[in-house]
């Protein structure tokens, strides 16, 4: 039997003075409630600012979070409450205003409707394009490469569909039920990034490291074994040091990450942002070996347009996946609302990015 309990006063304000100006409710159920609406008498008709608010144990403050204020034409204060979430409180250590709020699942969900649709053209294209495709290794690891970053944030995108649903039906989100939407989160998210960290050394390998040469079955083993096992091995440390006291998840409105108690949160920015900057660092060296000496006469005409398509791959999306996990960081920092809709567009869009310079800017494609 799943209880849900909510305390709802509605709150009125006079300047600085915040008084009790309505009855509080108790409300116990036997079953789950997505949506809940009080009407309540007010005291004194003075007062203005109305608010709707309930008690956040969590957090063990009162919380205005998906809740908003209704005056009827009789005097009445309606209070109607509801939950949701969205990539912005992903990263958002702050309580955001229910409209905005609001504003931002549409944009995540709209956002992430369009990214895994563009997944799904990506793969099935890959799909058509692959057997033209293996001629040689480098264009062979591209595509294995751009095929693995698609496949890890579509599931990242299911399993963040699957987080939002729970944190709508409970609040606070329920450990058991969210724990492995939020490892697969945590492990697909971080393996897109470790498969981009591999994008951008195979142009490195292949440009700076000419006289190298290396077998298609071992850069496959190296490739999976980075591009899958880091993030594994992360997200397994990460839910053993913070299972104990159950801090694994964010205790907040979202299925993610726990940030406040136990940072468990840096487990991913900081491998992200790490690969984001390695990443803008061979781009330079790539690019500074290629104005010096171009791609290598000895090169294929094929190579060299693999290679090419490589570097403009990585140098497009590096910064745009650095750009949208830098205003997640600002999301962190502040409670503008300008930067949680930029960050979740960005976020959300990742995929019609993918789909964008990763397939359809590739002219043998």
């Known amino acids: 039997v799943i209880f849900y309990t909510s305390l709802i006063f509605a709150v009125r304000y006079l300047k600085s003075d915040v008084r009790i100006n309505g009855d509080v409710v108790v409300v116990k159920v036997n ?203 992360i997200a397994v440390i990460t839910v053993a040091s913070t299972a104990g006291p159950q801090n694994y998840i964010s205790k907040r409105n979202a299925c993610w990450l726990n940030w406040n108690e136990s940072k468990a949160l840096l487990a991913f920015v900081i491998p992200a942002l790490t690969i984001v900057a390695i990443n803008l660092v061979v781009l330079i060296v790539v690019l500074y070996k290629m104005l010096r000496r171009g791609v290598g006469a000895a090169t294929q005409p094929d190579e060299k347009h693999a290679l090419v398509v490589i570097g403009r791959c990585v140098a497009f999306l590096t910064p745009i996946f650095g750009l949208t996990w830098g205003f997640g960081i600002g999301t962190m920092a502040s409670r503008d609302f300008g930067i949680h809709v930029v960050f979740s567009l960005l976020n959300s869009l990742q995929g019609f990015f993918i789909l964008v310079f990763g397939t359809l800017l590739d002219s043998k494609v």
């Open 31 to 233: 079953e789950t409630l997505n949506n809940i609406s009080f009407t309540f008498d007010i005291t004194d008709q003075s007062l203005g600012n109305s608010q709707c608010v309930f008690w956040n144990f969590s957090l063990n403050t009162w919380d205005s979070t998906g809740c908003e204020v209704k005056r009827n034409n009789t005097g009445n204060i309606t209070c109607e409450c509801n939950h949701t979430t969205s990539f912005s409180i992903l990263m958002s250590p702050f309580h955001i205003d229910p409209i905005h709020l609001m504003a931002l699942a549409y944009i995540t969900y709209i956002g992430v409707a369009i990214s895994m649709a563009s997944l799904i053209i990506c793969l099935i294209i890959e799909t058509i394009v692959w057997k033209s495709v293996r001629r040689n290794d480098t264009s062979y690891m591209r595509h294995v490469s751009i095929v693995n970053i698609a496949v890890s944030l579509l599931i990242a995108n299911i399993c963040f569909i699957i987080g939002a649903a729970i944190a709508e039906q409970e609040q606070p989100p329920s450990v058991d039920r969210c724990s492995p939407a939020v490892f697969f989160m945590h492990f697909f998210y971080l393996a897109l990034f470790f498969w981009m960290l591999m994008s951008a050394l195979l142009l490195f390998y292949r440009t700076v490291m000419v006289l190298s040469q290396m077998s298609r079955a071992k850069m496959m083993v190296i490739a999976f074994t980075v591009g899958y096992g880091a993030p594994l091995l």
